[in-house]
């Protein structure tokens, strides 16, 4: 199978799969992936790529049908490229963790650590004290595993940074304040 795009759970994504019982968790993650990678996951294709007919994966998602043998599940995760225990519905249940749909496989000797397999969505705007925006920002960025912890990290010691650079700048601003305060205050004593 080509490349897949992956897809990163968010924490609604982890509520939403949290009210869902087995099918439903299922047809959430194949869905996923197929409307990032359109046509590799359909009912059909999924059904193909695993050898079962595609009313067994129909009946799942509806409900009709509770599980699947733990052979066919092992093989729709690989396919998928998720963890097998993402469709056990007490996975949620407990500080469940965010996942990739389409993530990294079990192939490992064909495995790229450089290659892009990730996609940061960049987005900054910035607005003027009168509250116009002047700037704005928007781009989405190929990384690859190794790439992404790291670019995840920055972006958190960026804001940090910020934040105490402008903690600095307001005890600086206090400081003058305070300063002219004794002045004038020195100036009025000498008049």
């Keep these: ?10 924490e609604e994504d982890l509520v939403k799969l949290s009210q869902m019982d087995f099918g439903g968790i299922h047809k959430f993650i194949r869905e996923k992936a197929n409307q990032l990678n359109p ?23 509806t409900g009709k049908q509770k599980k699947l043998s733990s052979d066919i599940l092992d093989k729709i995760s690989k396919k998928i490229s998720v963890p097998l225990e993402v469709f056990n519905p007490e996975y949620y249940k407990i500080d469940p963790k965010p996942f990739t749909i389409c993530g990294i496989t079990s192939n490992v000797h064909n495995f790229n650590i450089l290659a892009p397999s990730y996609r940061m969505q960049v987005s900054l705007k910035a607005f003027s ?8 920002l928007e781009e989405i960025v190929p990384l690859s595993v190794l790439e992404s912890e790291e670019f995840i990290w920055e972006i958190e010691q960026l804001i940090e940074k910020i934040k105490i650079r402008r903690n600095t700048w307001v005890r600086k601003q206090s400081a003058v304040e305070q300063l002219n305060e004794w002045s ?3 100036e009025e004593e000498h008049d």
Aim: proline share 7%.
């Design 39 to 61: 046509g590799k996951f359909t009912v059909n294709s999924l059904s193909e790529l695993v050898g079962i007919a595609p009313s067994t994966i129909s009946k799942v998602e």
């Design 1 to 10: 199978m080509s490349e897949l795009i992956p897809y990163e759970t968010t």
């Design 184 to 186: 004038q205050a020195g």
């Design 129 to 136: 004290p009168s509250g116009v925006l002047y700037k704005e």
